[in-house]
């Protein structure tokens, strides 16, 4: 089945610094979503990318989707205490089920 | 935030005991899932619906039923809870299915001793 792995599983910045997730997928997506989940609460819609080569930006936040729709990161800039969560990639592949299937996320903490 | 509530929040259960989960929306959404949340393993799904009566196995749904009769609920069964089904359990709803975001609950702690 749809496999979508998330890289790396945590990272500890100093703030200021920046900071990047990488989700890769076994097969090609239909598109990708990206959520947050701040420690103790629940995971929150960040953005979805749907065209290849996609780009979207946030304020200091930058998503790219993969030009063979395989692949997709997220870029923070200037990482602030507030940034501090669980960032999850979430990919929909193409057929009859239209499920989202998670990464396993990545842990960011950032030290102030 | 969308109209979700799960429930209980919180719950200890002993093993063999059956486990109902219930959520609720008020935002007239097709689409519910029940996810469960364990560290390392992300969010997995178990089972999700697509209408009223209209369910389907997620990839983690040995040892779970769920039910939907109607469009606002979408429960979710242990039928004899075991210490291995100790997790996070996370409800979410999406208008559409897969394409638009989802919006989820705020979760429940299930422990099973």
């Known amino acids: 089945g749809q496999q979508v792995m998330q890289i790396p599983q945590y990272q500890h910045v100093q703030e200021g610094e920046d900071f990047t997730t990488y989700c890769n997928s076994s097969?090609?997506?239909?598109?990708i979503q990206w959520y947050k989940q701040r420690p103790g609460g629940h995971p929150v819609f960040l953005i979805q990318?749907?065209?290849?080569?996609e780009v979207k930006k946030q304020k200091r936040l930058t998503f790219q989707f993969g030009e063979a729709k395989k692949n997709s990161s997220l870029h923070i800039t200037a990482t602030q205490t507030t940034d501090v969560g669980t960032y999850f990639c979430a990919g929909i592949s193409g057929g009859s089920n239209y499920k989202l299937t998670f990464g396993k996320g990545t842990l960011l903490t950032v030290n102030p | 935030d969308a109209g979700i509530t799960q429930s209980p929040r919180h719950k200890v259960t002993e093993t063999g005991t059956p486990v109902t989960l219930r959520c609720h929306q008020t935002?007239?959404?097709?689409?519910m899932y029940w996810y469960r949340q364990d560290p390392g393993h992300g969010l997995r799904l178990i089972h999700y619906?697509?209408?009223?009566?209209?369910?389907d196995k997620g990839e983690v749904s040995d040892g779970y039923s769920v039910s939907r009769s109607k469009t606002e609920d979408f429960l979710l069964t242990l039928e004899s809870a075991t210490s291995s089904q100790t997790s996070v359990y996370f409800c979410?709803?999406?208008?559409?299915?897969?394409?638009?975001?989802?919006?989820f609950g705020q979760g429940t702690r299930l422990t099973v001793v």
């Open positions: 619906s697509y209408g009223v009566k209209d369910t």
């Open positions: 935002e007239n959404h097709r689409y």
């Open positions: 990318l749907v065209k290849s080569g």
């Open positions: 097969t090609t997506l239909s598109n």
């Open positions: 979410a709803i999406s208008e559409f299915q897969g394409d638009t975001e989802a919006f």
